[in-house]
C-alpha cells in the first residue's frame, strides 16, 4: 500500500510499481497529504500498467533515439529501394545528434521540433520532412514490434510547408533539334524518355522482352536493380510510331538483355551524369540563354605567357557568340553556352507538357506517366491543358436565351446590357430579328428605370418599385417623445405598445392599466 514517511526534512513516497517491486522517491510536497496522494497516484499507475491498461515502458527507458534508429534501419529499410539513402540520412543527420542520444522514455515532441528546427537552417523543407520521417517511421515500427509500448512524441510535430516549384521542359521545336544534337549512343535512351515519359531507372532497366513492337507497347515492370517499379505497379505504354526506328534500333545494337545497356553490356549506374550529357545536346543544338565568354590565357604577374600560371579569368556575358578578345591580353574569349538547367527527370515533364498541349485527356496523360490517381496530373500539369478546363465546362447546356432586345441594345452601347449581348451570342436559325412592339416598350421603360431612375425621385432599375411606400411615422414620433421625457417607460415586445408609469405621473389614454414600478396601484383617469 503506498504511503509517505519523512526523511531528512523531506517527503518520500512509497508505492508499488507495475513489477510488483517497492520504489522510493523523494518529493517536493510540504505535508504528508500531498506526498501520500503522490504516492497513490504512482501506485494507481503501476496497477493499470500491470493490467495492460496503460503502457509499461521498460527499465531502461526503452533505450536511446540512436539504439531505435539502428533497429529500425537494419529490421525494415534494409532491402528497401531507399536503404541507401535513408542509411547514410540517418547516419549523417540523426546519429551523432543531441537529440539521439535521449532515451526514448524521456523524448518528447519539443526535443523534436527543436531539433528540426535547427536543421531548417541549413537543409530544405523536403529534406527536413524527411528526417521527421526516420523518426516517426522507426517509432511507429517499433510499437508494432512490441519494442515501445510509449507513445509516438512525432505525431504532435508538424510537417514543414514545401513550396510548389515551377518545372521546366522541352517545347516542341526543341526536342528535334536536341535529339539530333545528341550522340547516337545516347539518341534512343534520350528519344524514349521523351515520348514515353519513363523515369530513368525505368528505362535502364528496360529489357527486350519489355518491347512488343507488333503490339506497339512497351511495359516498364522494373526500376534500377528492384523488381518493380516506384509505384509498385507494372505500366504498359503505347510507342509512338516515330519513336518505333529509334527503339528498333537500339533493341538491335544491345549486346545484352537491356535495350539501353552501357558499353559492357551491364545497367548504367546511378552515377552517370545524365544531365550533362543533356546539357550538351542543347548547346550544339543552339538552345541557350546566353553566351558567358572566358579568357583562358595563363599569363604570369609579369606580364609574360607562363603554362604553369593561373587562368586570366577575364569574363564578359553576350547574347550570342561573335568572337571577343580580352581587353588585357588580347587573347580570343572562349564562348560558354548558357542553357537552362534542365535535368533528366524534366523530360518526364516534357512528355506530358507536349502531351496535354497536343490535345490528349487528362486520364491518358495520368495512365501514360503511371500516377496513382488523375488528381496529381491536374495539379501537376493542368496549367498546361486550358482547352481541356474549356471542353469540359462547355458541356453545361442549360437552354437559355437571351432577349433580342438586350442583345440589340448591347450591341449598339449600351452599358446594362453588355454582359447580356456577350452571353447571347448564338441565336438560332429563324428567330424574329425584331422584337414587337410591347416587347420594345418594356425594354425601353426598363432602361429608362435603370439609367435615368423612374421620374419620381427613387433612383432604382426596378419597375416594381415606382411607387412610393409610406410609413405612419406620428405614432412613433410621439413615443420617441415620450421616452425621452421619462426614462422609465419600458416597451411590451409582444403587443407593440408603450407603457407609462400610472396615471397620476404620466396621464394618457392607458391610465387605467396598472404601473409597472407600483403594481399594487391601480391607475385612474381621476388625479
Not at 529490421?75 to 539513402?85: D, F, K, L, Q, V
Not at 526500376?223 to 517499379?229: E, G
Not at 421603360?445 to 432599375?461: D, L
Request: aromatic content about 6%.
Amino acid at each position: 500500500m503506498a504511503s509517505a514517511h519523512k526523511n531528512h526534512g523531506n517527503w518520500v513516497a512509497k508505492w508499488k510499481d507495475a513489477d510488483g517491486r517497492w520504489r522510493y522517491a523523494s518529493t517536493s510536497a510540504r505535508t504528508k497529504v500531498d506526498c501520500a496522494r503522490f504516492a497513490r497516484e504512482l501506485e494507481a499507475k503501476g496497477e493499470r500498467q500491470r493490467l495492460g491498461l496503460e503502457p509499461h515502458l521498460a527499465a531502461d527507458g526503452g533505450g536511446s533515439v540512436a539504439d531505435l534508429l539502428r533497429w529500425w534501419l537494419e529490421t525494415y529499410s534494409t532491402g528497401t529501394p531507399s536503404h541507401a539513402t535513408n542509411k547514410s540520412a540517418v547516419q549523417v543527420h540523426l546519429v551523432g545528434s543531441e537529440l539521439a542520444s535521449l532515451k526514448l522514455a524521456a523524448l518528447r515532441s519539443q526535443h523534436v521540433e527543436r531539433f528540426l528546427q535547427s536543421k531548417g537552417a541549413t537543409l530544405g523543407p523536403q529534406s527536413v520532412n524527411h528526417l521527421r520521417s526516420y523518426l516517426s517511421r522507426a517509432f511507429m515500427r517499433a510499437k508494432e514490434a512490441g519494442r515501445w509500448e510509449g507513445a509516438n512524441p512525432v505525431a504532435n510535430v508538424r510537417r514543414r510547408l514545401i513550396p510548389k516549384g515551377s518545372f521546366d521542359y522541352l517545347r516542341r521545336e526543341e526536342v528535334g533539334p536536341v535529339l539530333a544534337a545528341l550522340a547516337p549512343r545516347w539518341r534512343p535512351l534520350f528519344a524514349t524518355a521523351i515520348y514515353t515519359g519513363g523515369r530513368l531507372g525505368e528505362l535502364c532497366a528496360l529489357r527486350k522482352s519489355d518491347v512488343d513492337f507488333g503490339a506497339g507497347l512497351a511495359t516498364f515492370a522494373r526500376s534500377w536493380d528492384r523488381t518493380s517499379t516506384k509505384s509498385g505497379k507494372a505500366r504498359s505504354v503505347p510507342v509512338n510510331p516515330e519513336l518505333v526506328p529509334l527503339l528498333r534500333e537500339a533493341v538491335l545494337s544491345s549486346n545484352s538483355d537491356l535495350v539501353f545497356p552501357n558499353l559492357t553490356g551491364e545497367m548504367h549506374a546511378r552515377d552517370v551524369d545524365f544531365p550533362t550529357v543533356l546539357r550538351r545536346g542543347l548547346a550544339r543544338a543552339g538552345i541557350v540563354t546566353g553566351y558567358i565568354h572566358v579568357c583562358r590565357a595563363r599569363v604570369s604577374k609579369s606580364g609574360r605567357r607562363d603554362p604553369t600560371a593561373t587562368r586570366c579569368g577575364h569574363s564578359e556575358l553576350a547574347p550570342d557568340k561573335a568572337p571577343r578578345r580580352c581587353p588585357q591580353h588580347g587573347d580570343l574569349l572562349w564562348p560558354k553556352a548558357q542553357v537552362r538547367p534542365i535535368r533528366f527527370h524534366d523530360l518526364r515533364h516534357t512528355c506530358a507538357s507536349l502531351l496535354l498541349q497536343a490535345g490528349c485527356s487528362l486520364p491518358v496523360v495520368s495512365r501514360v506517366l503511371g500516377h496513382a490517381d488523375v488528381r496529381i496530373t491536374l495539379e501537376r500539369y493542368g496549367h498546361l491543358a486550358p482547352d481541356f478546363m474549356q471542353f469540359e465546362v462547355a458541356k453545361l447546356r442549360l437552354g437559355v436565351e437571351a432577349p433580342v432586345a438586350a442583345t440589340a441594345a448591347g450591341e449598339s452601347g449600351g452599358s446594362s446590357c453588355a454582359g447580356v449581348a456577350a452571353f447571347a451570342t448564338d441565336v438560332p436559325e429563324g428567330a424574329p430579328t425584331q422584337a414587337p412592339e410591347n416587347e420594345k416598350a418594356r425594354g425601353y421603360r426598363a432602361f429608362r428605370h435603370s439609367e435615368s431612375g423612374a421620374g419620381n425621385r427613387i433612383r432604382t432599375g426596378d419597375p416594381q418599385l415606382g411607387k412610393l411606400m409610406l410609413y405612419q411615422l406620428s405614432y412613433s414620433r410621439k413615443v420617441a417623445r415620450r421616452s425621452a421625457r421619462d426614462s422609465t417607460c419600458r416597451q411590451d415586445e409582444a403587443r407593440r405598445v408603450r407603457l407609462t408609469r400610472c396615471g397620476r405621473c404620466s396621464p394618457g389614454p392607458w391610465a387605467d392599466r396598472p404601473c409597472r414600478r407600483r403594481p399594487w396601484r391601480t391607475r385612474g383617469r381621476s388625479a
